[in-house]
């Protein structure tokens, strides 16, 4: 059997790998972007690059203009919103620039870190249970 030819990155995820140590994924049509073990991005199905944000890091996509990942366009929640993701694109200026870029991939890692922080404590506070 020949070999598997190599998977063409498309090139916001070559940029992203010029300047971070970065794994990816296949996942959903799209791509699972992973530092170390840790799930920091995503590659839409479209080809759009997001990044995991946080309190921490929303205000620089919010102030770039960047909007969010909502892979579920006609899914609403209970409440009746749709459904947003703690993901945001990257914007195309901080993709242009390698040292921007490195810095937001840095943060988003280290806001996919704190959600993982947070669900461990969320995970080991006792619930209460359901009366019968």
Not at 13 to 42: D, N
Not at 76 to 96: D, H
Not at 104 to 123: T, Y
Request: net charge positive.
């Amino acid at each position: 059997m020949p070999p598997k030819p190599a998977r063409v990155l498309p090139e916001s995820v070559s940029r992203l790998a010029a300047v971070f140590p970065i794994e990816t994924r296949s996942m959903f049509g799209g791509m699972g972007i992973y530092s170390q073990g840790i799930f920091f991005a995503l590659l839409s199905s479209q080809g759009l690059l997001y990044f995991r944000v946080s309190e921490s890091n929303r205000a620089d996509f919010e102030k770039a203009d960047s909007e969010p990942f909502m892979p579920y366009s006609r899914v609403k929640s209970r409440a009746g919103e749709r459904i947003v993701m703690p993901y945001y694109l990257v914007p195309e200026k901080v993709l242009a620039r390698p040292t921007t870029l490195r810095k937001w991939a840095e943060k988003a890692v280290d806001a996919a870190m704190e959600a993982r922080k947070n669900k461990k404590v969320r995970s080991t506070v006792a619930r209460p249970r359901a009366t019968r």
